[in-house]
């Protein structure tokens, strides 16, 4: 089984863009994070499915991030507009509904924003 | 205040050492998960252990509810045993997780 996979890797923006990362969970999973990691913050919730509905928008993220999931094996994360402050390193993880909710992680976007 | 506290902040090992991790906890909690971390790298998960103690090689998780923490012990590090240690809370809410901040771990030859 394919883990979690994220695209792209690596990307670079100018503030303001707007810009588009991607999530495909673990298959058979029903539950799926996003999150952001930075040196000083650490690991900050963005967003959480259940389900493909959203359960937790991440609160003071809610304004210039939207994450979607239009099915059960996709999810997409749009930061619209860019600013330098979002320059982080941006995590999916998945993990099931039922008995072990362990989590598993993909391998993230590095997010420069100049 | 933070209600997931991990310690100590750093760590420095020769090899062959064995290490005691800690997390404490001030809320409801209905699992804990460790994870490791290379520089660069993504969180690669070691134990999801909701209570009691669990082994996997020479890494030991522990869980104790009423005490409000849980521990990563690892015996004889290794040099490739370097990088961040974090836990992770799955709160009684289950639409919450909550991470400490890591153990930066360095082991030397």
């Known amino acids: 089984d394919a883990g979690v996979t994220q695209t792209p890797r690596h990307e670079v923006a100018e503030k303001g863009q707007t810009i588009i990362l991607k999530c495909e969970p673990v298959?058979?999973?029903?539950?799926l994070f996003w999150y952001r990691q930075t040196k000083i913050q650490g690991l900050e919730l963005l967003s959480y499915?259940?389900?493909?509905?959203?359960?937790?928008d991440g609160g003071a993220f809610k304004d210039r991030f939207k994450a979607e999931m239009l099915n059960s094996s996709f999810s997409t994360l749009k930061i619209q507009p860019t600013e330098p402050k979002d320059s982080a390193v941006y995590l999916c993880?998945?993990?099931?509904?039922?008995?072990?909710?362990?989590?598993?992680f993909g391998p993230g976007t590095r997010l420069t924003v100049l | 205040g933070q209600q997931v506290q991990q310690s100590p902040a750093s760590l420095v090992l020769q090899e062959g050492e064995n290490a005691e991790l800690q997390c404490n906890f001030s809320?409801?909690?209905?699992?804990m998960q460790w994870f490791y971390q290379r520089p660069g790298g993504s969180l690669v998960s070691l134990f999801y252990?909701?209570?009691g103690t669990k082994h996997s090689g020479r890494l030991t998780s522990t869980t104790v509810i009423k005490e409000r923490r849980s521990s990563l012990h690892i015996s004889s590090s290794q040099t490739t045993d370097s990088g961040t240690y974090l836990c992770?809370?799955?709160?009684?809410?289950?639409?919450?997780?909550?991470f400490g901040k890591g153990t930066h771990l360095h082991v030397l030859p």
């Open positions: 499915f259940r389900s493909k509905s959203l359960m937790e």
């Open positions: 809320t409801s909690l209905n699992s």
């Open positions: 993880a998945s993990s099931s509904t039922g008995g072990a909710r362990e989590q598993y």
């Open positions: 992770a809370l799955e709160h009684t809410n289950a639409y919450k997780v909550i």
């Open positions: 298959s058979g999973h029903n539950d």
């Open positions: 252990n909701p209570s």
